[in-house]
């Protein structure tokens, strides 16, 4: 879904998500009721009948978020690069 979001930051069609995203449009279907569902995108139409998809500010805040994520795995990591996730025992 994170890539599907970076995708839509200029706003593009179906088909260029599935392009870049590496999806197929079953699956992007059902990533875009979630999406636009959260309000993470919008659907633009354009004059000339076309729709787009849109990341709102919603989503780049979401995106900003799984960053800030990927940015704490990385600081743990071992020495090979690997991330390491440390669980506590309950």
């Known amino acids: 879904m994170r890539d599907a979001l970076e995708v839509c930051l200029n706003g593009v069609n179906k088909t260029r998500i599935v ?3 590496n999806l197929n449009f ?4 059902r990533y ?3 999406l636009l569902g959260l309000g993470f995108l919008v659907k633009e139409v354009r004059a000339d009948g076309s729709i787009f998809y849109r990341t709102t500010p ?3 805040y979401f995106l900003e978020g799984c960053s800030n994520i990927e940015g704490m795995g990385e600081k743990g990591g071992d020495k090979r690069g ?3 996730v440390r669980v506590k025992p309950v």
Do not use: D, E
């Open 19 to 21: 392009y870049y995203a």
């Open 26 to 29: 079953p699956r992007l279907n």
């Open 32 to 34: 875009l009721r979630v």
């Open 58 to 60: 919603a989503g780049v």
């Open 82 to 84: 690997k991330r390491v």
